[in-house]
């Protein structure tokens, strides 16, 4: 029994939860700086002079991803990955591309590697390098010599016959153009899908109304314009 | 011909993903002459809207490219300016808002393409630039792992309900699974642990992170005790008063009265002489769970003449009128503070109603909301208590 008077009222009861705030405050963590998503930067050559554009896939085909590049000094060249993270032969597959622009790499005679088409912009030509599956790359074939002043080359299957057709920007024409593919990595005449007064320099290709084909798109520096231009499905494009 | 965009100030390149998640295809591209990376939304069969802008920071960027860098299940995006040397990406949230620049590199001199792709094979894309400047060719891995972090003191009190934050990585991947596991149970695959009556004594918990591709365990100790002091009446000069409590897994307990006075004991019995509200700090140890699991309480006690809790020392400060009242009575303060807080308590101690004062020395209490009854009065801060009544 306490021995004081019953009629005691409670005057503060220290809830459980103001003890709980107490302790909320030994949670709150020094706040340090975040640490990068990236580790920092690992050479991989420092022989790409004027490095204009790079990709990483495997070309090799162990199945890790290789790296490969287009430098002003009129190279292509590739690096394999060891699949141990390093980058150490640089595999050249052409040192003589003057005025090369643009590559990209991608499936282009449908026999399973990865090929590489690319664009030089003073002979006007789209080409494209043949993989023989090994990384080797000993046979150039000639796309086109008529996109005038090239820029920019991209590959998408544009007329749904499920080979890879290539796409060229050109900046002295001022031509979008696209270039079927037969399958085996032979083209057809350049089609052209538009002209820009003011400068054709990059080319795209996604389907943006979302009707199952391939349309282009097209950056223009000079006039400051992007547009789309949309495809039928067999590669007449409006 | 369709026109995306006539504004943008030097398209360099452009490529086509979804940003939003909508499903059409948005177009992105470097903008090098005024220094932006844009991307302008596909609003549906190919109708673009306006442009929105991610970085106003790439100088003279002139290659992007997207794709899911932090594993959220978005679409990213990469930039390389030329400029200021920089690659840098923007992390997407879902909806095609971006977050500021985060810089990958500033070493890439003059880069001129970046791209991104797993490189090293841990399910991740990592970051490759070409920059003309230094011919360089180079690399950034990508250093999404999982990675469990918690933080839990020394030693804890009961709760009726705890709260455990969970500070692993330093990104939280929604793609991220959790579990907490006490000892060999799992107890919540929630991120953060909100644990209810978690149990007495020491006991092993653990957090389980994993990403897609790694996974991280973090294991610490808990220790936890409990303490309950059992509520505090009015408590009467001169009269003494012991302080009973629950104590469980505690080995010293440390109490200090507010008026001076200590004590060393489970549960001390103590004398206040002067009637007012004291400050009760009670320290509780277990020096068998180490010298470093303490915890300190603060309670008040409110002491006075006759144990009704209304003083009848003049230290208030303040007076009433009328009291008796029903609607409306006048605070005076003959020394009035600035910015004071005048409370109305119940029986109980619950606040009832609480009115900011400025410094003067009469203010108006709107009391309507008042039931009949008895209450009290305080002004926030200070120790002296006015018996309030209140009649229909």
């Known amino acids: ?39 920092s930067q690992q050479v991989i050559t420092s022989l790409a002079t004027g490095a204009v554009s790079v990709y990483a896939t495997d070309l090799d085909g162990d199945g890790d991803r290789d790296v490969l590049s287009a430098s002003n000094d009129d190279k292509i060249a590739w690096y394999e ?59 150039l074939y000639t796309i086109s010599t008529s996109a005038d002043g090239v820029y920019s080359v991209y590959a998408s299957d544009i007329n749904g016959d499920g080979f890879m057709d290539v796409l060229s920007a050109s900046g002295i024409d001022d031509n979008i153009c696209w270039y079927e593919n037969d399958g085996a990595g032979g083209f057809g005449p350049q089609q052209i899908i538009a002209n820009i007064a003011g400068g ?24 400051r314009l992007i547009t789309w231009f949309e495809n039928d499905g067999l590669g007449s494009f409006s | 011909m369709q026109v995306i965009s006539t504004d943008s100030d030097g398209p360099f390149e452009v490529l086509a993903t979804d940003l939003d998640r909508d499903l059409d295809i948005d177009i992105l591209f470097a903008s090098f002459d005024d220094n932006k990376i844009i991307w302008i939304e596909n609003e549906g069969q190919g109708n673009f809207g306006l442009e929105k802008i991610i970085s106003i920071d790439a100088g003279h960027a ?43 590199t500033t070493l890439a001199n003059r880069p001129h393409s970046v791209y991104a ?70 107890i919540s695959t929630d991120k953060n642990l909100q644990w209810i009556s978690p149990p007495l004594g020491i006991q092993s918990l653990s957090l ?69 509200i004291y400050e009760l700090e009670i320290s509780i140890y277990n020096l068998e769970w180490g010298n ?28 009433l009128s009328p009291n008796p009242a029903y609607n409306l009575i006048t605070l005076i303060r003959p020394y009035p503070a600035a910015e004071a807080g005048f409370i109305i308590t119940d029986l ?27 209450y009290f009065c305080k002004i926030a801060g200070s120790s002296g208590v006015e018996k309030l009544v209140v009649v229909e």
């Open chain 2, 62 to 104: 002139n290659s992007v490219y997207a794709t899911d860098l932090d594993g959220d299940g978005d679409t990213d995006v990469l930039s390389a300016s030329t400029d200021n040397n920089k690659i840098a990406w923007y992390e997407n949230d879902g909806q095609g808002d971006f977050g500021a620049q985060q810089i990958i």
């Open chain 1, 1 to 39: 029994m306490h021995p004081y008077p019953q009629n005691f009222f409670l005057v503060y009861t220290y809830s459980r939860s103001i003890v709980f705030l107490l302790f909320a405050l030994v949670f709150v963590r020094s706040l340090t700086a975040q640490p990068d998503l990236f580790a």
């Open chain 2, 117 to 186: 792709t797993d490189l090293d094979g841990d399910g991740d894309a990592d970051v490759i630039s070409g920059s003309g400047g230094d011919a360089q060719i180079s690399w950034y891995e990508n250093l999404q792992t999982a990675m469990s972090d918690f933080t839990i003191p020394n030693c804890l009190i009961a709760q009726d309900s705890m709260f455990i934050e969970n500070s692993s990585n330093f990104i939280l991947w929604p793609s991220t699974t959790y579990q907490w596991i006490l000892e060999d149970v799992i």
């Open chain 2, 348 to 374: 109980s101690g619950r606040e009832i109603l609480r009115q900011n004062l400025g410094a003067n020395s009469s203010d108006e209490i709107d009391i309507r909301m008042l039931k009949a009854g008895i």
């Open chain 1, 81 to 139: 990955n060891d699949g141990q993270e390093n980058f150490i032969i640089e595999n050249i597959i052409s040192i003589d591309l003057t005025g090369l622009q643009s590559i990209f790499p991608t499936d282009v005679d449908n026999d399973g590697d990865t090929d590489v088409l690319f664009a030089t912009f003073y002979d006007d030509k789209i080409a494209w390098f043949d993989n023989n599956g090994q990384g080797g790359f000993e046979s």
């Open chain 2, 208 to 276: 389980i992170t994993c990403t897609n591709t790694s996974c991280d365990t973090l294991t610490k100790t808990l220790k936890i005790l409990n303490f309950d002091l059992d509520p505090l009446p009015v408590l009467q000069t001169h009269i003494p008063y012991t302080f009973t409590n629950t104590s469980e897994y505690i080995t010293n307990w440390v109490w200090d009265f507010g008026d001076g006075e200590m004590a060393e004991i489970e549960e001390p019995t103590h004398t206040y002489t002067e009637p007012g």
């Open chain 1, 200 to 223: 054709a320099w990059s080319v795209y290709s996604a389907d943006l109304d979302r009707d199952g084909d391939s349309d282009v798109i097209s950056a223009s520096i000079g006039i």
């Open chain 2, 292 to 319: 470093d699991c303490f915890m300190q309480l603060e309670y008040e006690v409110m002491v006075t003449d006759d144990g009704t809790g209304v003083s009848n020392t003049s230290d208030t400060g303040f007076s």
